[in-house]
C-alpha cells in the first residue's frame, strides 16, 4: 500500500473551482480524505501521491503544496533570581 | 480579557469540542503566554491602577490561533488559513510573531496575497542568535523585525543581562539583542528586550525576543495608518507599497549598522 501525504491544496487562479465545489469532489474521491476545511483559498488533505496527483489534474486552477511544522516560540525565562 | 481592547475570535476545528475554547476570546490553554504577550504590545488598553498600555491601544485586535490550543507545533495549513481569514475579515495589519521552520509554499503564497491586499505583514526575525533572517520574516513581502534594548531598562540579574552585547548603537546605553537573528533582509529594529506587557489570567510580565520587537512595530504601523491619509485611500499592492515606505522612512537608525536594524528604530516625526 502507498504511503499516504498530507498536502495542501491551494486555489490560485480566480477562475478555478470554488473551495466548496472543491471539497466536494474530495469527499467523492475514493482514497483522499479531507482533513480541514477552514480557510477560503485552501485544503489540507490526506492520501496516496497517485491519488492526489489525479486528483490536482483534474482541479484547474489548483495546485499542491507540501505541509511544514512550525515550532512554538520559545517562551523564554522570566525571572533569574527568586526573591530572599 | 478586560487588558487587551477588541476582539474577535477564529478557532480550528481542533477547538470545537471545547467550549470554553470556542466562545472565549482568550489566551491558548497550553502555553498561551506568548500570544497574550504580544497581543498586549499591540493593543494593551490602560486600565485603572495601571500604567501599562500597548503601542497602539485603541486598536482591534483579532486572534488567529495557529498553534493548538492544548500545545505542540503549528502547520503551515493553519498559517496559511488563518493569514486568508484575516485578509477576508478586512484585517489590515498580520503579525507573525513566529518562524524559523523550512521555507514553505504555502504560507509565502499567504503573505503574497496579502499584500496584493493591501494587508502589511510583519514577521519576527528568529532567536537564533545571530543566525540568518528565519523564514517567513526573510520573504521580501514581510517586514522583517530585529529585536534591541536599552541597559537600564530591566535589572544586573534579570536573565536579560547576557543578551547585551555588541553592536552597541550611537548611545552606548542601546544595543541589538544577543538572541536576535540579523541579515540583508532586515526592515526595521524594535524593543524586544525585557519587555513587560499582558499574559493571561489578568496578569504582566516580562518576556524577551523578537516576537515582541514584531508587535511594537505592527502598532506603529497601525499608528500610520491611522494618522496617513494617503494610506487609507490606496488599495492593494500600492497600499502596502506606500505603507512599508512611510514605515521605513520614519526609521531613525540607532547606530548598529543595516544588517542589524534595517531602516532604525520607527519613530514619530
Same mark, same amino acid.
Given at each position: 500500500m502507498d504511503e499516504l501525504k498530507r498536502m495542501i491544496l491551494n486555489r490560485v487562479e480566480t477562475d478555478a473551482v470554488g473551495v466548496d465545489d472543491a471539497a466536494q469532489q474530495i469527499r467523492e474521491a475514493?482514497?483522499?480524505? *479531507? *482533513?480541514?476545511?477552514?480557510?477560503p483559498t485552501s485544503l489540507l488533505i490526506e492520501g496516496a501521491a497517485d491519488a492526489i496527483s489525479g486528483l490536482v489534474g483534474g482541479l484547474k486552477g489548483w495546485q499542491a503544496l507540501p505541509t511544514v511544522s512550525y515550532a512554538r516560540p520559545d517562551v523564554r525565562p522570566q525571572v533569574l533570581k527568586t526573591p530572599g | 480579557m478586560p487588558n487587551v481592547s477588541g476582539g474577535a475570535n477564529l478557532i480550528f476545528d481542533e477547538t470545537r469540542d471545547d467550549a470554553g475554547a470556542v466562545d472565549d476570546w482568550g489566551p491558548a490553554k497550553t502555553h498561551g503566554e506568548h500570544g497574550t504577550h504580544v497581543a498586549g504590545i499591540v493593543g494593551g488598553a490602560a486600565l485603572a491602577g495601571s500604567t501599562f498600555r500597548g503601542v497602539a491601544p485603541a486598536a482591534e485586535i483579532r486572534s488567529y490561533r495557529v498553534f493548538p490550543n492544548n500545545g505542540g507545533d503549528a502547520q503551515n495549513y493553519d498559517i496559511a488559513a488563518a493569514i486568508a481569514r484575516a485578509i477576508a475579515d478586512g484585517c489590515h495589519i498580520i503579525n507573525l510573531s513566529l518562524g524559523g521552520g523550512a521555507e514553505d509554499e504555502a504560507t509565502r503564497a499567504g503573505i503574497g496575497a496579502a499584500l496584493d491586499a493591501g494587508v502589511l505583514v510583519v514577521a519576527a526575525a528568529g532567536n537564533d542568535y545571530r543566525k540568518p533572517v528565519s523564514f517567513p520574516a526573510a520573504v521580501d513581502a514581510c517586514v522583517a523585525v530585529s529585536a534591541y534594548g536599552r541597559s537600564g531598562t530591566f535589572p544586573d540579574d534579570s536573565v536579560e543581562a547576557p543578551e547585551v552585547v555588541r553592536p552597541y548603537g550611537v548611545d552606548p546605553k542601546d544595543f541589538v539583542a544577543g538572541f536576535s537573528n540579523i541579515g540583508p533582509q532586515i526592515d526595521v529594529v524594535g524593543p524586544g528586550v525585557g519587555i513587560v506587557s499582558t499574559l493571561p489570567e489578568d496578569k504582566y510580565g516580562v518576556m524577551s525576543g523578537t516576537s515582541m520587537a514584531c508587535p511594537a512595530i505592527v502598532g506603529f504601523a497601525a499608528y500610520l495608518l491611522s494618522t496617513r491619509p494617503e494610506l487609507k485611500q490606496a488599495t492593494g499592492a500600492e497600499r502596502a507599497r506606500l505603507w512599508k515606505s512611510a514605515l521605513y522612512g520614519a526609521g531613525r537608525p540607532l547606530g548598529f549598522g543595516r544588517d542589524y536594524e534595517g531602516s532604525g528604530l520607527p519613530r514619530m516625526s
Open positions: 475514493p482514497d483522499i480524505e *479531507l *482533513l480541514r476545511q477552514n480557510s | -
